[in-house]
């Protein structure tokens, strides 16, 4: 996978882009090496968890005996094997899939974000790309990662597949991040206009990842266990790309596999705590009052297995030994990364006070009182796998370059009209966080990129930054705070220096949330 952290003026950049994609980027301008590998670790991030890899490892086919072994668990194929799947890195599972168990394969469908496939041929990545005559059908939807008619189709085909099964037959599951917004089929006679409206609203006013997809699930046919239901009698084994914090099941794609443990009354909680539930469509009320008198309560999927065969850990760790063979002392300090972003970005700073204290001469790093705001701030955000002690006792005395890696979600509320996405707000915000405080002889840079290679709705993957942007920019006559402001990052970041700071990827057929990077060097 090509990255290209673009440095030349937007009339050159397209001039010369068909060179740059076929040649390697060896010097991107004077000053900017540590840009550079910057670029490279994230690099090592994503490819460590490219869907091919992820399958081959995940599944065992002994094509003498068409046994199937999936973990600890053995499976019988003989012409009766049935794929679905749902996913930003669904496309390149699938042809991993049958590639692997094609012979066995008697039927596929899938959906996977809009344009995916003519990205993938553009780049030349022939390895994401179903095979010609492929028995999988490809249902393309969910522009900017919002469901739409196009997701509902696919995801009613999907449903069709699964409700004919019988058990006999083996279902193979292949979910991803933004396998959610790919799989909507809302509960009757809640429309996919009022569903999405109401999840827009949620996330609008900063309901995180679990709160959002606990609502999807109530009002969906297919989220929550109900593809698991569809397909009963069916044994159902689901191969899950995580793109949640902490990897949790029922969370990931709002758990199409897994029997929900919410109740209307968790509903009823989030809807009253951000506000809305006096603004319930009747539909909304109509659905959520059925399902609190079922009788027969939630549904059990005792007959599946699910099974996590990727991960923002097993990227973080790709990019941690990647880092150190660059002569950085590395450490992981969490996947697991959430909170506002505004925390977020305060808290990457004084990580860099601190840490950068360890690496300059006395007098030039963090105060007592900097590194007792860092550990209070780590103890508001309830990063439940945060290593900053382990990785403050690391740097101690390393004397030379030292790179930070984490991962996960931080979430953006939405207080103005602008552009951009999380990765680009985050690194926005540590830029101007960064650029506050005097860092001495020390050389610093911050990146944050999603994985997928499409932050918000941009084309950017996220963007870096260092301290001097603030007054970089002001010098350009462009106000950081005005940009914050609006939630317009990625305007910011298209033109300060004709967009040199921006990451590029393209879409990359995986998907584990966010990498953020941190890099510290002594001059």
Same mark, same amino acid.
């Given at each position: 996978?090509?990255?290209v952290?673009?440095?030349?003026?937007?009339v050159?950049?397209?001039?010369?882009?068909p060179?740059? /994609?076929?040649i390697?980027v060896v010097?991107?301008?004077?000053?900017?090496?540590?840009?550079?590998?910057?670029? %490279?670790?994230f690099?090592?991030?994503?490819?460590?968890?490219?869907?091919?890899?992820?399958?081959?490892r995940?599944?065992?086919?002994?094509?003498?005996?068409?046994?199937?072994?999936?973990?600890?668990?053995?499976?019988?194929?003989?012409?009766?094997?049935?794929?679905?799947g749902?996913g930003?890195?669904?496309?390149?599972?699938?042809?991993?899939?049958?590639?692997?168990?094609?012979?066995?394969?008697? %039927?596929?469908?899938?959906?996977?974000?809009?344009?995916?496939?003519?990205?993938?041929e553009?780049?030349?990545?022939?390895?994401m790309?179903?095979k010609?005559?492929?028995?999988?059908?490809?249902?393309?939807?969910?522009?900017?990662?919002?469901?739409?008619?196009?997701?509902?189709?696919?995801?009613?085909?999907?449903?069709?597949?699964?409700?004919?099964l019988?058990?006999?037959?083996?279902?193979?599951?292949l979910?991803?991040?933004?396998?959610?917004?790919?799989?909507?089929?809302p509960?009757?006679?809640v429309?996919?206009?009022?569903?999405?409206?109401?999840t827009?609203?949620?996330?609008a006013?900063g309901?995180?990842i679990?709160?959002l997809?606990?609502?999807?699930?109530?009002?969906s046919?297919?989220?929550?266990g109900?593809?698991?239901?569809?397909?009963?009698p069916?044994?159902?084994?689901?191969l899950?790309?995580?793109?949640?914090?902490?990897?949790?099941?029922?969370v990931?794609?709002?758990?199409?596999?897994?029997?929900s443990?919410?109740?209307?009354?968790d509903?009823l909680?989030?809807?009253?705590?951000?506000?809305?539930?006096?603004?319930?469509?009747?539909?909304v009320?109509?659905?959520?009052?059925?399902s609190?008198?079922?009788?027969?309560?939630?549904?059990?999927?005792?007959?599946?297995l699910?099974?996590?065969i990727?991960?923002?850990?097993?990227a973080?760790?790709?990019?941690?030994?990647?880092?150190?063979?660059?002569?950085?002392r590395?450490?992981?300090?969490?996947?697991?990364?959430q909170?506002d972003?505004?925390s977020?970005?305060?808290?990457?700073?004084?990580l860099?006070?601190?840490?950068?204290?360890?690496?300059?001469?006395?007098?030039?790093?963090?105060?007592v009182e900097?590194?007792?705001?860092l550990?209070?701030?780590?103890?508001?955000?309830?990063?439940?796998?945060? %290593?900053?002690?382990?990785?403050?006792?690391?740097?101690?005395?390393?004397?030379?370059?030292?790179?930070?890696?984490?991962?996960?979600?931080p979430?953006v509320?939405?207080?103005?009209?602008?552009?951009?996405?999380?990765?680009?707000?985050?690194?926005?915000?540590?830029?101007a966080?960064?650029?506050?405080?005097?860092?001495?002889?020390?050389?610093?840079?911050?990146?944050?990129?999603?994985?997928?290679?499409?932050d918000?709705?941009?084309?950017?993957?996220?963007?870096?930054?260092?301290?001097e942007?603030?007054? %970089?920019?002001?010098?350009?006559?462009?106000?950081?705070?005005?940009?914050?402001s609006?939630?317009?990052?990625?305007?910011?970041?298209?033109c300060f220096?004709?967009?040199?700071?921006?990451?590029?990827?393209?879409?990359?057929?995986?998907?584990? /949330?966010?990498?953020?990077?941190?890099?510290?060097?002594?001059?």
């Amino acid at each position: 996978m090509a990255v290209v952290l673009q440095v030349l003026p937007c009339v050159a950049r397209a001039l010369l882009r068909p060179l740059l /994609m076929g040649i390697p980027v060896v010097r991107l301008a004077s000053g900017m090496a540590l840009a550079e590998q910057a670029q %490279q670790l994230f690099e090592s991030t994503v490819g460590a968890v490219l869907p091919g890899p992820m399958l081959h490892r995940a599944l065992c086919l002994d094509p003498g005996s068409g046994l199937l072994k999936v973990r600890d668990r053995s499976f019988q194929l003989r012409q009766n094997l049935y794929l679905v799947g749902f996913g930003k890195a669904v496309l390149g599972m699938a042809a991993a899939a049958e590639e692997l168990l094609g012979q066995h394969l008697v %039927q596929g469908v899938i959906s996977v974000p809009k344009g995916i496939r003519a990205a993938m041929e553009h780049t030349g990545k022939q390895e994401m790309l179903l095979k010609p005559h492929s028995r999988v059908q490809v249902f393309e939807g969910a522009e900017d990662n919002l469901p739409d008619r196009d997701a509902l189709r696919a995801a009613l085909a999907i449903r069709q597949l699964a409700e004919g099964l019988t058990a006999d037959d083996l279902l193979l599951v292949l979910i991803s991040g933004g396998g959610s917004a790919l799989l909507p089929a809302p509960i009757p006679p809640v429309t996919l206009e009022e569903k999405q409206t109401l999840t827009k609203l949620l996330a609008a006013r900063g309901a995180n990842i679990q709160e959002l997809n606990t609502i999807r699930k109530a009002l969906s046919q297919l989220k929550g266990g109900g593809l698991a239901q569809a397909a009963y009698p069916a044994q159902v084994v689901s191969l899950i790309l995580s793109d949640v914090v902490g990897d949790p099941v029922e969370v990931i794609a709002s758990g199409p596999t897994v029997a929900s443990v919410h109740s209307v009354q968790d509903c009823l909680h989030i809807l009253n705590h951000y506000g809305l539930r006096a603004a319930l469509p009747r539909s909304v009320k109509t659905v959520l009052a059925r399902s609190d008198s079922d009788p027969h309560g939630p549904h059990s999927c005792g007959h599946v297995l699910n099974v996590i065969i990727g991960s923002n850990a097993l990227a973080l760790a790709e990019a941690q030994r990647q880092a150190e063979a660059l002569g950085y002392r590395a450490v992981v300090l969490s996947a697991a990364i959430q909170g506002d972003v505004k925390s977020v970005a305060r808290f990457y700073r004084l990580l860099t006070q601190v840490v950068g204290a360890h690496l300059t001469p006395p007098g030039t790093g963090a105060s007592v009182e900097e590194e007792a705001q860092l550990w209070e701030l780590a103890a508001e955000l309830q990063l439940p796998d945060l %290593q900053l002690k382990e990785a403050l006792e690391a740097v101690v005395g390393a004397g030379g370059p030292v790179c930070l890696l984490a991962g996960g979600e931080p979430t953006v509320q939405l207080q103005g009209s602008g552009k951009g996405g999380r990765n680009q707000e985050l690194a926005l915000r540590v830029g101007a966080e960064l650029g506050q405080w005097p860092l001495g002889s020390l050389e610093v840079l911050f990146l944050s990129g999603g994985t997928d290679g499409q932050d918000g709705p941009t084309e950017a993957a996220g963007a870096w930054v260092v301290p001097e942007l603030a007054s %970089q920019a002001a010098a350009e006559g462009l106000d950081v705070a005005a940009f914050l402001s609006r939630n317009d990052s990625h305007t910011f970041f298209r033109c300060f220096r004709g967009g040199a700071h921006l990451l590029h990827t393209g879409l990359t057929g995986t998907n584990v /949330m966010d990498a953020h990077l941190l890099f510290l060097r002594p001059r």
